[in-house]
């Protein structure tokens, strides 16, 4: 069975599946921002964090997506099966590159700016806000952008745990040895990764321009 | 070029093998088919001396099929049932002997491959509940789910609710009808849910060692619904008509192993930890009656 005529007879499902994909990344790359970009300010204030923080995000990176959801059915509130626990785990991967890139863009900033400011009286907050982030925004920005297009894909792994998503069309094509439902479910997601890619790269011309 | 031959290329070329004359056997990516893969290879080298060369854990059926009619591996162990449904796409059947030899005259005549004598143990699928449960409200039988299933949760693997001998035919079957449509999960996690509470019933195989180290229990089949899982090698026919002596050692192992001798040596590997090679060695060097 072609793949178009596989989408023709299952449209109601796949749009429910795509839709389910998206709000998996949608929410969970929120709350990476969320929790990802004042913990990389954080760090910046706090030298001596910055190798633990940034160790334990590298940890996550490195724990396969089964091992994890193995470590959250037990846990009360985040874990179980279903949505939370998804977005617990899809959350943990996305967080490196944000912290990074926010500690990062920041620490970037030529110290001689930062005493300008200082010398004209800045608070710790009046500097952040008006000179650092400014200065660092492509690079955070850049960060935002690989935790997102990195979502899209790894998202595919909530099937796993019965949170559904484009990944539900993979377990299937695999479980059953067919081509079709693989692709009917990776076609989609690498196709909405590209288009989060484009969209947050436009974003990041259009900021860079404007900044100029 | 499709999926499943792409990923077999790109493997082959990470692995950058050049093939001399050795037997190269895969496996699927459980501990099971690691194990038997293992018992297979270790039985190659004593009895024959061939080289071998082991691709373990390859991504399930799809991948090892893929593998074997491309010439990437020359056997591995399949089972029976699943040759003939998810392989062969044959609607399910119940009898052992025919569909034994079906797929053997199926894989001959389309994929130039032989079927060799059944290990002797049927790993099929097993409904499994909390011992908890089952001795609460009187389980025993698949037939006895009806009375609690309205109120229950299910999660199942992808495999189980996607085939036509899984999810759909047994709830027709046995009139099962659960509180919510089953939650779709990866097999290994359903396990721990169920040991958790967080579902009551999942299908598991009747030859997993978690079950026993779970205080889990596996409802009888009474109805006789799911299909035959007989584990066998399969192998290339160009092997065999090249080493014959294959053939005779794969042909020792033949009803070696029970129901329950298999859940030991997966508890083995999946409960204690133990290194399959090990494991294998063992079996192999254990005396047998």
Known sequence: ?212 | MTVGQSIVFVATLLAGCGRADRIVVGSKNFSESDLLGEIVAQQIERRTGLPVERRFHLGGTFVCHHAITSGQIDLYVEYTGTAYTAVLKFPPAHDADSVRRAVTAEYARRFGLTWGKPFGFNNTFAITVRRRDATRYGLTRIADLARVASRWKAGFGYEFLERADGFRGLADAYGLRFSAPPTAMDLGLTYRALAEGKVDVIAGNSTDGQIEALDLVVLEDDRHYFPPYEAAPVIRQAVLDAHPEVGTALALLAGRITDAEMRRLNALADVEHKDIAGIARDWLQAPRP
Do not use: C
């Open chain 1, 1 to 212: 069975m072609s793949l178009l005529a596989f989408y023709a007879r299952n449209a109601q499902e796949v749009l429910g599946l795509v839709a389910q994909h998206l709000y998996l990344v949608a929410v969970s790359t929120l709350l990476a921002f969320a929790l990802g970009i004042p913990l990389g300010i954080v760090l910046t204030r706090r030298p001596a964090w910055q190798r633990p923080v940034l160790g334990l995000a590298n940890v996550f990176q490195t724990v396969p997506s089964l091992a994890l959801f193995g470590f959250l059915i037990p846990l009360p509130f985040i874990g179980g099966i279903g949505a939370s626990t998804a977005i617990v785990a899809l959350v943990l991967y996305a967080l490196l590159p944000i912290v990074r890139n926010t500690y990062t863009g920041i620490a970037g900033v030529d110290p001689a700016v930062r005493e300008a400011g200082r010398g004209m009286g800045m608070t710790d907050w009046q500097l952040l806000t008006q000179v650092e982030l400014p200065l660092g925004f492509g690079v955070i920005l850049a960060g935002v952008r690989v935790a997102t297009v990195v979502s899209v894909g790894t998202a595919t792994i909530a099937a796993a745990i019965g949170a559904g998503g484009l990944g539900v069309y993979i377990f299937r094509g695999v479980a059953v040895v067919d081509d079709t439902l693989i692709l009917a479910g990776a076609l989609p997601a690498a196709l909405m990764a590209l288009a989060a890619d484009g969209l947050l790269g436009l974003a990041e011309r259009r900021l860079a321009w404007r900044g100029k």
